[in-house]
């Protein structure tokens, strides 16, 4: 890892002689009238089994019920250590936009995507991003971050010979690293609230711990400039968590300040993910869920922000019940 590395979360936090390792980069974009969205995850698997280590970039856009999985040898894989710029294959990536270029499998997918105007997690001297002082852990099955709540988009997407516009749209990117991720999770996003500063993404997942595990969360609310951190190491507090397979609402809250959450889950594509560096986990995401969202003041009871997310991203992944279990 590179010195300072934990403070630039967006970097390349591995190296491809890793093993029982993953890192992925997950990309949302959505267009201008919200008719179309996609995600592009661009990553490393580093297997324990080497010969099964490869770079990957994956594809899906909402209403297909599918994605596509486009394997590339390692060699394939190149990663800037100072800033976010990784290839792979003909395909480019960074926080200010993306270049794909492939053809596999009679599939082609094309893009040119620039982004203006990103809104990260803020990153201090103590708390290097979304994970907080949980970053500094060492060995922990899997770190977080969010590397823009909320951005412009300005370009296109073509895939297969069929052309669409983005420009003006709105982006999301975050990314996961480590060696698998959690074995129980929700994660829950949206930035198309009726109030165009207005962005919020978070999880609640089972973590690993000295040979147990807890119960952890990380939620940002990015509202008129300013990210409101709900988290584990913040001391916010979950309750009331209540999920079933198309609803999951909760309320978190701190010292100063409460959200409601409700979440309704619309029908996704099933992706691949990582267990031990092994992309062979199926998990189901969706792109055009909805999140009810109600923040307030718990001095007065004043509501500061109340709507609802469209085009949000919603997934529960693994036995649920248990993360709402260690809640109580």
Known sequence: MALFSLWRPAVFQGNLRKSGYF????????????????????????PREREKAHAFIQFSRAGEGRSSFFRYPLSEFSADRKTFAITIGSSRFSLQGLHLDIDQDGEMLRAELEFRGIHPWPVTWLS????????????????HGVLSFNHAIHGWFEKDGRRTDYSGGKGYIEKDWGRSMPGSWIWMQSNHFDEPTASFSGSIAKIPWFGRYFTGYLFGFYFQG??????????????????NRDLVSFVVED????????????EG???????????????????GSRIE???SRKKDNRIIYEGTGRNAGLEYVG?????????A
């Open 128 to 143: 290097p991003g979304a994970m907080g002082w949980y970053a500094f852990v060492p060995g922990m099955e899997c770190y």
């Open 226 to 243: 300013k990210v409101y951190r709900f988290t584990t190491y913040t001391g916010a507090r979950v309750f009331d968590l209540r999920v």
């Open 269 to 287: 594509a099933r992706l691949m993910a990582p267990s031990r560096g092994d992309m062979t986990v199926r998990i189901m995401e969706t792109l």
């Open 255 to 266: 010292a100063d300040s409460r959200m409601e959450v409700r979440g309704t889950r619309a």
């Open 293 to 295: 969202l109600r923040f």
């Open 319 to 327: 036995d649920v019940r248990e993360l709402a279990d260690r809640l």
């Open 23 to 46: 890192e992925g980069w997950y990309f949302k974009n959505v267009s201008c009238d919200e008719r179309t969205a996609c995600a592009v995850i661009a990553g490393v698997s580093l």
